[in-house]
Each structure stands twice: as structure tokens, then as C-alpha cells.
T-cell receptor, first 114, second 116 residues
């Protein structure tokens, strides 16, 4: 079982560059989300989606775009990278949107913006 | 206001002893879910245990149990018979559905070190 697959695992960008973090899940999950993890801050929600064609902002959406054209994929786009976006990024999904549904996480992407 | 508060940045426990990791939460919704995740040094997020807001009994999963005190809005994780492999970061989380969205909120984590 692949579960939630994130690519790349590591990335170094220069300030102003753009890139897309890929996330795919093969569990037919309805809900997908992106988090960033910074030391001492826990995980903070960037964007999430409750189904194909539906996205919404989380706690820290500025500087990031998402779209969900299929159930399986939920890419995260950095339009113009800034050093403040240096972080570890996690994609996560759940079967449905119920409060009892746990999140399944990808293995993370370590991003450095110079 | 913080939705999830973990007040213990770091904890130490002797091997084979029990340890309690604290978590308090803030919500006015009657329906919510509480979760604990473990993050070892390798970085992956591992689901440990879940407690629903309407559950009458505390959740248990092997050596993990959740001490759920609804009136105090606390959801402490108890690890019994600690093992060296329990050394990791532990995150408390709440899933909440409001008119503003469907979101998980995570605490800042507690770093647990098990001493041999």
C-alpha cells in the first residue's frame, strides 16, 4: 500500500523561485490537507480540500496555492519562495470529513529557501 | 486563542515506568475528535489513539491510554511501561468542524526521552 506519497523529499530553492510540492493518495480519501512544521510551532494548516474541486484556506495560507482536480492529487504551489517558507511540509489525508477520522500523513518534504 | 495546548516542551521517564503527557483543548462545539500522534526522529507522523467527544469511556490502544476529562477540556496521553523506542515527539490534535471549516489543530508537541 502506497498510502500518501509526497515528492520531493528534499528541496532547496532560491528566493523568488516557484515550485510545486506533489501529494498523491491511493486510498480514495475525500479529505486532503497540507501542513508546515516549524520548531516550537507544531503543525500548522496551510490549505485543505474536502473533495475534488473544493479547497479552503487554513491557518497560514499566504504564499501558497492549491487545487484539487482529482480525488488522488493535491499539489501545493509556492509562487515566489521566501526564506520564511523554509520548513518541513506534510501532506495528509483522511477517509472522510467526520470528526472521528484520523489523518494519514506523507513522509514530509524538507524545504530550504535561500 | 490556542485550540490545543501542550505545556510540557520536554519530558523524561525511566524505562518501564509510566508517563503522562498533558493536553488541553479549546472548543465550543459539542462534536469533536481528539488524537495523539508520535513523531520519531525519522520524521514520520504515526497515529496512536483517538477519543471522540461523545465517548463515555477513555480510549485505550495497547500501552497507550487517553485520560479524557471533558469538563476540564483535557485529553492527556498515558504511556505505560515506557520503552526506549517511545523516545519521540508527541503531538495532541483536535478535529473540529465549524462554519469556518473542517480542520485539525495541533499542539506544539512534547519531546519525550526514555532513560534506560
Amino acid at each position: 500500500n502506497a498510502g500518501v506519497t509526497q515528492t520531493p523529499k528534499f528541496q532547496v530553492l532560491k528566493t523568488g523561485q516557484s515550485m510545486t510540492l506533489q501529494c498523491a493518495q491511493d486510498m480514495n480519501h475525500e479529505y486532503m490537507s497540507w501542513y508546515r512544521q516549524d520548531p516550537g510551532m507544531g503543525l500548522r494548516l496551510i490549505h485543505y480540500s474536502v473533495g475534488a474541486g473544493i479547497t479552503d484556506q487554513g491557518e497560514v495560507p499566504n504564499g501558497y496555492n492549491v487545487s484539487r482536480s482529482t480525488t488522488e492529487d493535491f499539489p501545493l504551489r509556492l509562487l515566489s519562495a521566501a526564506p520564511s517558507q523554509t520548513s518541513v511540509y506534510f501532506c495528509a489525508s483522511s477517509y472522510s470529513t467526520g470528526t472521528n477520522e484520523k489523518l494519514f500523513f506523507g513522509s514530509g518534504t524538507q524545504l530550504s529557501v535561500l | 486563542a490556542q485550540k490545543i495546548t501542550q505545556t510540557q516542551p520536554g519530558m523524561f521517564v525511566q524505562e518501564k515506568e509510566a508517563v503522562t503527557l498533558d493536553c488541553t483543548y479549546d472548543t465550543s462545539d459539542p462534536s469533536y475528535g481528539l488524537f495523539w500522534y508520535k513523531q520519531p526522529s525519522s520524521g514520520e507522523m504515526i497515529f496512536l489513539i483517538y477519543q471522540g467527544s461523545y465517548d463515555q469511556q477513555n480510549a485505550t490502544e495497547g500501552r497507550y491510554s487517553l485520560n479524557f476529562q471533558k469538563a476540564r477540556k483535557s485529553a492527556n496521553l498515558v504511556i505505560s511501561a515506557s520503552q526506549l523506542g517511545d523516545s519521540a515527539m508527541y503531538f495532541c490534535a483536535m478535529r473540529d468542524i465549524t462554519f469556518t471549516g473542517n480542520q485539525f489543530y495541533f499542539g506544539t508537541g512534547t519531546s519525550l526521552t526514555v532513560i534506560p
